[in-house]
């Protein structure tokens, strides 16, 4: 399939801090990918980029476009949500819908009014007298309505109960999702988009610091629960990382036989957060084993 | 969680076959109709000032036989005088709103919008920042204008119908004022059309620029760098040219517009001079720099989020 982000060496500097290194990125039609780092890490800044919301260096082209020039000409096929709660306060929800089916060619009114009818907002409330949860579902209505190519979500469930969160994935998934789409999304809650995304990749301070598909994750990581006194043996196998729980070593490898892990312990796929926590750990204190 | 393969390409292609590209009218459009939505007060105050005013108007008809009788005594400049003032007064009133609401409404429309982050969801939808920043610049341009023009003729027809009834039933005679009210308004629309729009668009697009540019208190980066500018010309040079710039600029209109200098535009024998309007060099270097300040709100708006 097509890329549909294709970045080459992006770079983004406010003033002396570095907040994109020379990225290099490909995304194809129809992944959802999740990019996941610490706070600072530059996930924001790389999503500004490729939104057209801030310049850059190097070179990006989403959907075959400039985003930083072509701006709103992208913006028909791509829709976004920004972090939380940018949905103007004043505005009435009626009034919105107006105004986004005014705009925007792709815009289906009655598929976002359909949401909308299965939860309690009224198009007569304004945003600012909703809560919290119902401003993003309001908000994912209309995303969801719009018939875009790509969707950027920058921590969309910011803020929201574990409730909110769990629908809001729900319905990306099985109301959105149409193979076809791109979805690119951050967030800290990793575990609960582990099931969501067919592609991870993790940043930090601007770098970008491992790349896979979730099929490449699951058949080259393995998570070993080890006893104490088979420990050194499994430590020759050369883990990637190691934390203690439970009176065992629970060891991280990569690109290790599974039978061979079988004879040590309790072998499992490791979850996302597992080896974010690994592969940081490396980051911080370069070791020969460093996952690249 | 996929759609099987091969669904994906028929997806495609009716997407690709989606509606075209709306018409560049339609997000200007709706543009404009969001600033109306956000800003209420553009309608909201000279409707209000009009209503108290009629409010005022409606209690001094009492006396309005009594003031016709005695206005029929004296020479035809006074008699013209009494029966418009009332009028003048009305309009002064609602166009003294304008004035503070566009003012305002410049200084606010491209902060608020990065204030509270709407820019963001804003800046989600296919609306170059060229179609937005033009939006709020026709709403000072144009719409306000206008909706001026509109309230101050609607109210004054208010108080004609108002007045015309009560001196009818006393028996008095109404053409006259009919006629002079009407001359008012003409004169009205011509003052609000070369002073308030093309004479002053050089100061709303300043404030836009402002606006755009700074993160608090638009009205002080929007103020003091000016008297900055007029200070240290002063010491540096002991001259004041910049002042009277802005001077001039600010005063009700250059003289070109009407050929009495220095008096209100809807007083009685004034002459209107568009000719001379037109062709004053200061016009159009005006319209030139809101161009370019407009441009400049435009950019600033695009790298500011």
Not at chain 1, 176 to 183: A, L, M, V
Not at chain 2, 119 to 141: G, M, Q, Y
Not at chain 2, 206 to 219: E, I, N, T
């Amino acid at each position: 399939m097509a890329a549909c982000i294709e970045a080459h060496g992006l770079r983004k500097a406010y003033g002396a801090t570095i907040a994109l290194d020379g990225i290099d990125l490909r995304l194809e039609e129809g992944r959802i990918l999740g990019l996941i780092g610490p706070n600072g890490a530059g996930k924001t800044t790389a999503l500004h980029a490729i939104l057209g919301l801030a310049p850059y260096q190097g070179e990006l082209k989403v959907l075959g476009r400039d985003p930083w020039t072509e701006r709103d000409r992208l913006m028909r096929d791509v829709s976004f949500i920004a972090d939380v709660a940018v949905l103007p306060r004043w505005i009435r929800v009626s009034q919105l819908l107006d105004y986004v089916a005014g705009v925007h060619p792709r815009f289906s009114r009655p598929k976002a009014e359909a949401f909308l009818a299965k939860t309690t907002i009224r198009a007569g409330s304004r945003v600012k007298e909703l809560s919290k949860g119902m401003v993003t579902q309001l908000h994912l209505a209309l995303v969801m309505a719009i018939d875009a190519r790509l969707l950027v979500l920058d921590e969309p469930t910011l803020g929201l109960d574990l409730l909110y969160r769990k629908q809001f994935y729900d319905s990306l998934l099985s109301d959105y999702f149409d193979g076809s789409r791109t979805i690119l999304l951050t967030t800290h809650q990793v575990e609960e988009i582990e099931h969501v995304l067919t592609d991870v990749m993790f940043i930090d301070r601007g770098r970008i610091v491992f790349a896979r598909s979730m099929e490449e994750l699951e058949s080259r990581f393995s998570e070993v629960r080890v006893h104490p006194d088979r420990a050194p043996a499994a430590r020759a196998l050369q883990p990637i990382h190691e934390r203690q729980g439970f009176g065992c070593s629970i060891l991280l490898f990569d690109g290790v036989d599974r039978q061979r892990l079988a004879a040590l312990g309790e072998v499992r796929a490791p979850g996302i957060a597992d080896l974010f926590v690994a592969v940081m750990a490396a980051q911080a204190a370069p070791a020969p084993a460093a996952v690249r | 969680m996929n759609a099987p393969a091969d669904a994906m390409p028929e997806a495609l292609a009716a997407r690709r076959a989606a509606p075209a590209a709306p018409p560049a009218a339609r997000p200007m459009y709706w543009s404009v109709r969001r600033e109306l939505w956000e800003y209420r007060s553009i309608y909201v105050a000279p409707l209000a000032v009009a209503a108290v005013f009629l409010l005022g108007f409606s209690i001094s008809l009492i006396r309005l036989p009594g003031k016709m009788r005695a206005a029929m005594a004296l020479d035809p400049v006074r008699q013209h005088a009494l029966i418009m003032q009332p009028y003048h007064l009305s309009a002064m009133a609602i166009m003294a709103t304008m004035v503070i609401v566009v003012l305002l409404y410049c200084l606010e429309a491209l902060t608020g919008e990065r204030r509270d982050r709407s820019i963001l969801f804003w800046k989600s939808l296919p609306v170059s920042d060229r179609t937005s920043v033009l939006a709020k610049a026709s709403i000072a341009l144009l719409v306000i204008p206008l909706l001026t023009c509109v309230i101050v003729v609607a109210t004054q027809l208010v108080m004609l119908v108002l007045s015309s009834v009560v001196l009818l039933a006393s028996g008095l005679s109404v053409t006259t004022m009919w006629a002079q009210v009407f001359q008012m308004s003409l004169m009205l629309l011509y003052h609000i059309l070369t002073v308030h729009v093309l004479w002053y668009a050089p100061i709303y697009g300043w404030l836009l620029l402002v606006s755009a540019w700074a993160r608090r208190a638009p009205f002080l980066w929007a103020s003091l760098p000016l008297l900055a500018i007029g200070i240290v010309e002063k010491l540096a040079f002991d001259t004041a040219h910049f002042g009277a710039l802005l001077e001039s600029r600010l005063k009700a209109g250059p003289e070109a517009v009407l050929a009495t200098a220095r008096s209100l535009p809807i007083d009685p024998g004034t002459h209107i001079t568009p000719g001379t309007f037109l062709a004053s060099p200061g016009l159009w270097i005006g319209l030139v720099v809101t161009a370019a300040f407009l441009a400049a709100a435009v950019r600033l708006r695009r790298t500011r989020g």
